[in-house]
Structure formats: structure tokens, C-alpha cells
């Protein structure tokens, strides 16, 4: 019975991680304003997935909180932006996605990921 | 909510103060703007990005440029060494727990937790872990939930399972050992909290370890000084840099640093560029000569006024390109960033399999727990930042390398590309030559004399724009002839000019123009060809339809051009030699300094096609030009460089620009480029061998055949050197050396 409750659990647990992680998406935050702020801390991009207008610009504030040198820079891959991201500090990036589409963001490592979806 | 700091210029009235705050405050956003009338500065409290500040600003009729605020550099080391030293503690605390339970419990000198006071000394013990797992596994735990929470996963999600793991089956077997099969209870403590003394070991080394590969950067920035010595109404006053505004007078001493980019108003001096362009020798400058920041004054004491201040320096643009530059991406490097997006779910994926293995199949007394080891194991020993990093950071190290040869590389693409490269096509004037023709001869065909043939030939060219004119009326400045009035003044294009002096019709051009004019030009003739084969241009002169003599203009060749083509044919590359200069000339220049292959009589526009003619015969093209004359053909290149002397140079214009006017450049960048895309091969091929040996091994693959499990401490240590090794690799191209 052990044996069978935990290959269960192994199998529940892959078909988790292929849901959770390739999927599904976290929920974008819609971009209500012309700013949208965002916090580089613990590995992550709060909020990840952005909600924006296709073809406007809007300024991302990023404020880096996280001191690894792996936060150090965001990188905007398809649309040719990369920028350097102070320690403790705002730093706005103009954003004008080309049309719609997502679009992501990541740091150089493609660890701490985000898209922004532009519609 | 931020305070915003902007250097305004045109600013010259309290009307102007008012025109800037009132367009300030009807940005929306903005809170409030003050102009400082006396420093020529705003100060705006807004959520507004400064772009759209400075913005609104130029549609009010006035130019504004952020004000730079503390050092940025310093201040990012100091978070960067506190960084450091908070690893570094992390990890002492965690090894200060793990190494005397890992001793004593090799030792045999630990309790066995099923006794009861053994228990006991396992709980204190869990509990202390518990603490090191907070302090110095905290971030790691933070980062795996806010990742989750966000649908990722990254480096932070691997080792806060693996410890996390160790730490909840070992508390497992101290709370309830009856809920553990016997052979199975084994505390890991020591292995958690020894796990978290590596990694945090292990990243405060490869942070030391990075900070190497910035040194460029670093080199470049130490430049611009922190103050400089302004003169506002009548008194010099020394004040931060920052405080310069646009049309500032400035002085410098000997031996001083330049401030800010601008054109000296008095005085004059020699200027030492090399920390930019690499050009060791000093350049003259006099009134009406640009200056830029970050540049040395050697002799004199002179005057400028600012014309570009803060984040719009040539040396500001310098540092932005190479910084961008830095952390751009070559094609090399997207096989590794697409295993990298998929790599830590697939990690847990293996770890969940390698779990159910060993359950299923491991030898049945041993079962659980080598199912527990050999899943912490997978997870601690994979390392999805040595992969990440292979690239990034071997480019990080060579573009900076580049900068420090006066070559500024676009991206990481140009970089990989410059290497791959078999042809280099030159143009002739300003790359393999000076630029700056000047008058070598004057031959006389009979009566006239040289003074009155440059005379002549000095009054018609003054009118005229070309290079070779131009060098015609200098040597006629340079020998103090006086000129003659010109009328009807014709420039025939490509083919030389013509006038009427003194009632005369006067023509000076090709020997195609005097063919033309049915000139006779027998008595010179055989001069002027030999003249030509000497890789100079000769332009007859003609008064009244006679032949009366033959000026003769030379660019001359670099110094060191034939030693760079020598070098550029040492690294196995075919040098071609494109200009639009006559056959002989260019042939001439050719044999001179030995290159390869010569395409002359090219028109600027079809420069573009000779490179795609090479291109289409499999060759891989690079370019070198001006930058200017030469874009289209830059362009279709597979890799242009723009060379230049000095800063001028557009660095907008090609994917590397060489600021020393040299082409040893050219060999400096594609040697880098060599010596870097190796380097990252062999990155990748360590991150690739080490994770896809590392994590079977991890599994357990080697135990049915040798009975070894790799011990989770052992992960973590391997785990720690990984990504260490990966940037200690790419720092060895800090070493680098040109062999001109």
C-alpha cells in the first residue's frame, strides 16, 4: 500500500511541476497607470507577468533590492533593451512594445523571469 | 516617489525660470519643480521618469540633462562588498554548526538519536539547524517560495529543497524514528547546514571573482574627475562635477584631468587621449578644438566651455556602450539560455524520478534512504548558474578587454562574428592612408616656375572643397604665395576644376580632363606617370588651353600600416583594398604596404556591392572605413569597423569602433575575439559536462556498479565550484596581450 501511495505521489508531483511551472502563467497585473512599479528581490520579479498596451510607452520602475550580482541587470531580449539596475534604487525603463505579443524579461542569467503582455 | 535633479541650458531670464517650472508642473505626475536661476538647475519631486522630465523640458524651448547624483561606481561596490561580507558570515555560521557534527559524527562521538537522551542532543540540534537554515539558508527559501508564487523556479528553489529536505528527514527520524524504517535513520544536519556553508562560500568567491571582470569598466569610470575649476562671472571656484552646467568656462592646468566634453576658447595645449583611443601620442590642440572628459592635459594651461556634461560625455557614451556591450548576448550563447529557462523544473522533475528509482529498486533494507540522499543530492549538485553564466561572463571580460585596446564592440554578436572573419577589405583614405593629402611635387613643363604653377593652380582650388584642393591652398599658405582672383569657378566631378583668372581660362584636373579639353600634355606626361606609380595623384595644369605644369598630391600611408597588414596575414586573414582612387595609385599603395587584392575606381555607392561580391564567394567580410562615407558598406559587411582618430569617430555608426587610428586594432579585435569565443566554449562545455555528468552521477547511476552514492556535502561543494571555476576561467582573458 506504502509503495503504491508513494509512486502516486511521485507521479502527482511531476504532473505539478509540468503544470505549475510550464503551463500555467502567473496572473498580469495590468498596467494602470503610465508607470508600473516592479521589485527585483529574492530571485524574483514582483509583479512577473505585466499587462500593457501594445504600441504606447509605459515606464517600468524597477527597484532592485536584492544585492546578488545576479539582480544586477534586466534584459529585454526581443526588444533589444538591457539595462543596469542600482542597488536600492529606481530605475525607469521606457518600454514601446511593437505591436501585440509577449514579451519577456529576464536578468542575464535567465533566472528571475517576467513577461509583459502587451494587448 | 523620487527628487529628480536637472541641468537646464538657454536659461537667461526669470521668464525663462518661469516657462521651464510651469511645463515641469503640468507633467502629470510631477508634485512639484524649482529652477535655481543661479545654478541653472531644477529640482522636481515626481514619479515621473526623468526622460519624459527632460522631455517637456525641450518642448519649452530649453535643453536639460539629468544631474548625476553620488558616485554611482562606489556606491555599488559598497553594497556590493557588504554583499560579500554577509555571504561570508552566512557561511561561517552554517560551518561553524556543520563541521564539528560532520567530525564527531564520523568520529562515532555523536549519540544515536533513538536512545532518549540522544534524542535529546538530535532535537537541540534540529533546532539549531533550523536557525542556520533561517540566517543563512533564509534568502534561498524566500526566493524558491516567491519564485513559485510566481510560476518559476530558479537556483534558490534547488538548494532551498535540498537542504530543506535533509532538515525535515532528519527531524522526521528525531520526532518519530518509528515512522522510519530502521535501517533508514540517519540524521543530515550537518549535511544542511555544511550544504549552506559552500554555496554562500562559494558566492561570495564568485562575487570577488566577478568584480575582476568588471575592472575595465571600472578603469573607465575612474577617469571622469570629481571636480572641476568653472570661472562664473569673473571667479574661479573648484565644484563637483555634477554642478557643471552647459556652457560653463572651465580651466585646466597641466596635468589635469578634463571635466566634461568642449571646445577650447583660449589657449592651447597637447592633450593625452591614449586612456581612450590607445593612441600613446599626445594630440595638439588649439582655440576651436574639441576637448573630452576623462582626457589628460600634458603642457599648458587652457580654457573650454562645456558643451556636452554628464550621462552625454563622449566618455559617459563610452562607458553606456561598453556596459551594454558587455551584457549583450552572442548566438553562442542561446542554446545555453534556452537549457537555462527549462533547467530547474527538469531538475525537479529527475529529482521526484531518482527518488521513485530508489524507492522502488534500491537494495530493500537501504531503500529510503538512498532514495532521500540520492534526491537531495540531484538537487544540490545541479547548477543551472555555471550554464547561465558561461557566456555572459567570458563577454563581460573581453569586450572590457577590447575597450582597454581603444576598440569599442557593439554587442556580443559583433564580438563572435569578428573572430570568423577570413577577409578584410580596407578603404584607402584615412584607413590605410593618413586622410590628409598634401602637395609632394610641382613639375614644370617649361617657362613657369613652381611658385607661379602653385599660384595659379591655388587661386582656382580655393573655391573648391575637395581633399586634394585643399591641399593645393595649404601648401600655397604654407609658402606664403599670394593668389590671383578666380571667376566662373567650375568643379567637374570627379575630373578636377576650372576658372578664368585674369582673363585666361585656367583648367586643373586628371589626365581624363585634359583628354578631354584636347590639352596636350606630352611634356609632362611621362613625369606624371611615374609620379603615379609612386602612389601619388598628379594634376595637370593648363592656361589657355596649354599644359603649363603638374602638381602632385600624396595621402600618406600610416606608419604602421604595413606592420598591421603583416599581422592581419599572420592571423590568416586576406586583406583586399577598396577606394575610388585610379588603379595605379591604388595599386601602388597596395604592393607598399602588401595587400592582397585591390578593387579601385569603386564609386562610394558601389562599395556596398564589392563587399556582397566577396560575400557571395563564401567569405566571411570585414570592413573598415571611416564610418561615414562608408556606411552602406559597413553595413553589408559581416562585421564593420568604423576607425578613427581620437573620439570624433562616430560610434554610432559600426558594430566596433576603433578610436586609435591604427589597424593593429583590427587584429587587437579579432585576436580578443578568438581568444574570448574560446574561452566561452570551453565555459559551456564545463557547464554542460559538469550538469549532465554531475546529476546522473547524483542519481546514483555509478552505484550499481561501483556501490558509491555521491555524498549531498560533496554536491554542494561541487555545486559552489562550478560557477567559481566558470569565472575564474573567463578572468584569465583579462591577460590577454597583442602580439603587435
Not at chain 1, 99 to 109: D, K, L, N, V, Y
Request: charged content about 20%.
Amino acid at each position: 500500500m506504502t509503495v503504491i501511495l508513494v509512486n502516486l505521489g511521485g507521479v502527482i508531483l511531476v504532473a505539478f511541476i509540468v503544470w505549475w511551472f510550464w503551463m500555467t502563467k502567473a496572473k498580469a497585473q495590468r498596467a494602470g497607470t503610465s508607470t508600473i512599479d516592479i521589485l527585483v528581490d529574492g530571485g524574483t520579479f514582483t509583479p512577473s507577468r505585466i499587462e500593457v498596451a501594445a504600441g504606447k510607452e509605459v515606464a517600468l520602475r524597477f527597484f532592485r533590492k536584492d544585492a546578488s550580482p545576479c539582480a544586477e541587470r534586466v534584459v529585454f531580449d526581443e526588444l533589444g533593451i538591457n539595462v543596469e539596475l542600482p542597488i536600492d534604487q529606481h530605475k525607469d525603463v521606457l518600454i514601446t512594445t511593437p505591436g501585440a505579443g509577449e514579451f519577456s524579461f529576464t536578468c542575464q542569467m535567465q533566472m528571475y523571469r517576467g513577461s509583459l503582455v502587451a494587448k | 516617489m523620487k527628487t529628480t535633479r536637472l541641468s537646464l541650458s538657454g536659461i537667461s531670464c526669470a521668464g525663462c525660470v518661469a516657462r521651464v517650472e510651469t511645463a515641469l508642473n503640468n507633467v502629470d505626475g510631477v508634485i512639484s519643480a524649482t529652477v535655481n536661476f543661479a545654478e541653472r538647475t531644477a529640482t522636481v519631486e515626481s514619479d515621473v521618469p526623468t526622460e519624459v522630465l527632460v522631455k517637456a523640458i525641450g518642448d519649452a524651448g530649453y535643453e536639460a540633462a539629468e544631474l548625476r547624483g553620488a558616485d554611482d561606481e562606489s556606491e555599488k561596490e559598497a553594497a556590493e562588498m557588504a554583499h560579500y561580507r554577509k555571504l561570508l558570515r552566512k557561511a561561517f555560521v552554517a560551518g561553524s554548526l556543520g563541521l564539528p557534527l560532520f567530525v564527531f559524527g564520523m568520529s562515532g562521538l555523536l549519540p544515536d538519536p533513538e536512545d532518549s537522551s540522544g534524542r535529546l542532543f538530535w532535537l537541540a540540534v534540529g533546532v539549531a539547524t533550523f536557525g542556520v537554515l533561517i540566517y543563512s539558508g533564509g534568502h534561498f527559501f524566500s526566493g524558491a517560495w516567491k519564485s513559485a508564487k510566481n510560476h518559476n523556479a530558479n537556483m534558490d528553489t534547488l538548494i532551498a529543497l535540498g537542504t530543506g529536505t535533509a532538515w525535515v528527514f532528519s527531524m522526521a527520524i528525531v520526532a518519530g524514528p518509528e515512522w522510519v524504517p530502521a535501517s533508514a535513520r540517519h540524521a543530515y544536519f550537518e549535511a544542511a547546514a555544511i550544504i549552506l556553508a559552500l554555496i554562500n562560500f562559494g558566492a561570495a568567491l564568485e562575487m570577488r571573482a566577478r568584480g575582476k571582470t568588471s575592472e575595465a569598466i571600472k578603469r573607465l569610470i575612474g577617469l571622469q574627475p570629481k571636480t572641476a575649476r568653472v570661472i562664473r562671472s569673473g571667479v574661479e571656484t573648484d565644484i563637483a562635477i555634477e554642478l557643471v552646467v552647459l556652457d560653463d568656462t572651465l580651466r585646466v592646468r597641466p596635468g589635469e584631468r578634463i571635466a566634461v566634453d568642449g571646445v577650447i576658447i583660449d589657449g592651447h595645449s597637447s592633450i593625452d587621449e591614449s586612456m581612450l583611443t590607445g593612441e600613446p601620442v599626445p594630440v595638439q590642440k588649439r582655440p576651436g578644438d574639441k576637448v573630452v572628459a576623462g582626457t589628460i592635459n600634458k603642457q599648458g594651461s587652457f580654457l573650454f566651455q562645456a558643451r556636452r556634461i554628464g550621462k552625454d560625455t563622449a566618455l559617459a557614451q563610452i562607458i553606456e556602450m561598453v556596459r551594454v556591450a558587455q551584457s549583450s548576448k552572442p548566438a553562442i550563447g542561446r542554446l545555453a539560455d534556452k537549457v537555462s529557462a527549462v533547467f530547474v523544473p527538469s531538475v525537479l522533475i529527475v529529482a521526484v524520478g531518482t527518488f521513485l528509482a530508489w524507492f522502488n529498486f534500491g537494495p530493500a533494507e537501504q531503500a529510503t534512504v538512498l532514495a532521500i540522499v540520492a534526491t537531495m543530492t540531484v538537487l544540490i549538485i545541479a547548477c543551472p548558474c555555471a550554464l547561465g553564466l558561461a557566456t555572459p561572463i567570458s563577454i563581460m571580460v573581453g569586450v572590457g578587454k577590447a575597450a582597454e585596446f581603444g576598440a569599442l564592440v557593439r554587442n556580443g554578436d559583433a564580438l563572435q562574428q569578428a573572430g570568423r572573419l577570413d577577409t578584410i577589405i580596407l578603404d584607402k583614405t584615412g584607413t590605410v592612408t593618413e586622410g590628409k593629402p598634401s602637395v609632394t611635387r610641382i613639375i614644370s613643363a617649361g617657362s613657369w616656375s613652381e611658385e607661379e604653377i602653385l599660384r595659379w593652380a591655388a587661386s582656382l582650388e580655393k573655391g573648391s572643397e575637395h581633399p586634394l584642393a585643399e591641399a593645393i591652398v595649404n601648401a600655397s599658405n604654407d609658402r606664403q604665395v599670394p593668389l590671383l582672383e578666380a571667376e566662373r569657378f567650375t568643379a567637374i566631378a570627379g575630373r578636377g576644376v576650372e576658372a578664368s583668372i585674369e582673363g585666361r581660362l585656367v583648367v586643373l584636373g586628371s589626365r581624363h580632363l585634359m583628354h578631354e579639353r584636347d590639352i596636350d600634355i606630352g611634356a609632362v606626361e611621362a613625369a606624371a606617370t611615374t609620379l603615379t606609380q609612386k602612389a601619388q595623384t598628379p594634376m595637370f595644369l593648363a592656361v589657355a588651353g596649354q599644359v603649363v605644369g603638374v602638381i602632385s598630391v600624396a595621402d600618406g600611408i600610416k606608419k604602421d600600416s604595413g606592420e598591421a597588414i603583416r599581422r592581419l596575414h599572420g592571423i590568416g586573414l586576406r586583406v583586399v583594398l577598396l577606394t575610388g582612387d585610379n588603379e595605379a595609385t591604388a595599386t601602388a599603395v597596395a604592393k607598399e604596404v602588401g595587400i592582397d587584392q585591390v578593387f579601385a575606381e569603386v564609386l562610394p555607392r558601389d562599395k556596398a556591392d564589392k563587399v556582397a561580391e566577396l560575400q557571395r564567394q563564401g567569405r566571411r567580410v570585414g570592413m573598415v572605413g571611416d564610418g561615414i562615407n562608408d556606411a552602406p558598406a559597413l553595413a553589408q559587411a559581416d562585421v564593420g569597423f568604423a576607425i578613427g582618430t581620437g573620439t570624433d569617430v562616430a560610434i554610432e555608426s559600426a558594430d566596433i569602433t576603433l578610436m586609435r587610428g591604427s589597424l593593429h586594432g583590427v587584429s587587437d579585435v579579432i585576436e580578443i575575439s578568438r581568444k574570448t569565443v574560446r574561452n566561452i566554449k570551453q565555459n559551456l562545455f564545463g557547464a554542460f559536462v559538469y550538469n549532465t555528468l554531475g546529476i546522473p552521477v547524483a542519481a546514483g547511476v555509478l552505484f550499481p556498479l561501483t556501490g558509491i552514492l555521491l555524498n549531498p556535502m560533496i554536491a554542494g561543494g561541487a555545486m559552489a565550484m562550478s560557477s567559481l571555476t566558470v569565472v575564474s576561467n573567463a578572468n584569465r582573458l583579462r591577460f590577454f596581450k597583442a602580439k603587435g
